[in-house]
């Protein structure tokens, strides 16, 4: 059985919102945007977890919270067993070797006026592993790897004069450097053409095996889930309102918010293709919950209890959870 690499229990992650003067006056209580709510999850070596929903629903700060780039509100993350919620210093910075991040705009992540060979090698600098010869000797094999070949001829490129998807390989050529156990990959083919998608999953997916990599991977789009996960949650306001191995939640999806998103993918056979659900509204504010389920509002299923009672996720086959009032 494959061991628990990362496991998050009761995980919060609350964003005091800045008031104007005038509403510091009147009120001395302070509003929060939930950003996470409330979120557990494990993921055993090896495996590629997807946290997937719409924008604004708190995938990526939990990403960024389990690698401890954000301080999390409350709540627990272990790394192979040891809890790593409060490290601070020289624990947290060699923890920063085994965790590593992919942000989803390479335009915004590499350092416009550092090289390539720089911002590549830059993390093996930081921790004192190798520098000068041996700094490029290692770029040059590492860029190699993500394919950016012959290397000899982006070691000395700037971001700008790399196309998007030469930025994304580089960001990723950085992120294995360090040899990581485990990685965040936030959104990492939303930013680059379509027709270089599936060769960079296809290359993550050749480091899982090559590296023994595993992966937190984060997405809008459930098409690309389906190709590289293995356990996929949706997110919906913070929370997780189902949770399950990939075949299962694909074919059989039980909460209204997972049958809408899933019924919005194209299929290439028109026969086949689900009838599209249409929500209702938008996506309330993060800072006024909706009481009770905080979907009920564009739900169409909705009854009496949804808008007074939160759903608990609950086991409704082998390792398939849902949060919903529907499901008895």
Same mark, same amino acid.
């Given at each position: ?53 719409? &924008? ?11 690698? +401890? ?6 709540? !627990? ?8 919620? !409060? ?10 070797? !085994? ?34 010869? #041996? ?44 040899? @990581? #156990? ?26 899982? !095996? ?36 990939? #075949? ?33 509204? #938008? ?10 389920? +905080? ?11 949804? &808008?007074?009672?939160? @759903? ?17």
């Amino acid at each position: 059985m494959l061991s628990e690499i990362v496991k998050v229990e009761h995980l919060k992650k609350y964003f005091p919102v800045q008031k104007s003067f005038l509403e510091q006056l009147f009120t001395r209580e302070l509003s929060y945007v939930k950003a996470v709510d409330d979120v557990a999850f494990s993921i055993r070596s090896g495996e590629i977890f997807t946290l997937a929903g719409e &924008s604004g629903c708190g995938k990526t700060t939990a990403g960024r919270v389990v690698v +401890r780039l954000l301080e999390p509100t409350s709540g !627990k993350i272990y790394f192979n067993g040891e809890d790593i919620t !409060k490290l601070r210093g020289e624990k947290l910075r060699l923890l920063r070797r !085994k965790m590593q991040m992919i942000f989803q705009d390479p335009y915004a992540s590499l350092n416009p006026r550092m090289k390539v060979v720089d911002a590549v090698g830059h993390p093996l600098e930081i921790h004192e592993l190798v520098k000068g010869g #041996e700094k490029k000797k290692m770029v040059l094999e590492v860029l190699e790897k993500v394919g950016l070949t012959p290397p000899e001829q982006f070691v000395n490129l700037y971001p700008h004069q790399l196309s998007g998807g030469q930025r994304q390989r580089v960001a990723l050529a950085r992120s294995i450097i360090l040899k @990581p #156990e485990f990685m965040v990959a936030d959104e990492p083919v939303s930013m680059i053409d379509v027709s270089l998608r599936s060769t960079i999953i296809d290359l993550m997916l050749s480091f899982r !095996k090559e590296l023994g990599l595993t992966y937190l991977f984060i997405t809008h789009d459930l098409a690309v889930a389906k190709y590289i996960s293995d356990k996929i949650a949706i997110m919906y306001l913070g929370k997780i309102v189902e949770m399950g191995h990939k #075949e299962p939640l694909f074919r059989n999806p039980m909460h209204p918010y997972t049958q809408a998103l899933l019924s919005a993918i194209p299929v290439p056979n028109p026969e086949r293709e689900r009838k599209r659900i249409e929500l209702a509204g #938008e996506v309330p504010s993060a800072i006024d919950i909706p009481t009770g389920c +905080r979907f009920h509002p564009r739900c169409a299923y909705r009854t009496d209890k949804c &808008s007074k009672e939160e @759903p608990q996720l609950i086991e409704v086959g082998k390792g398939h959870f849902v949060a919903c009032h529907l499901i008895k």
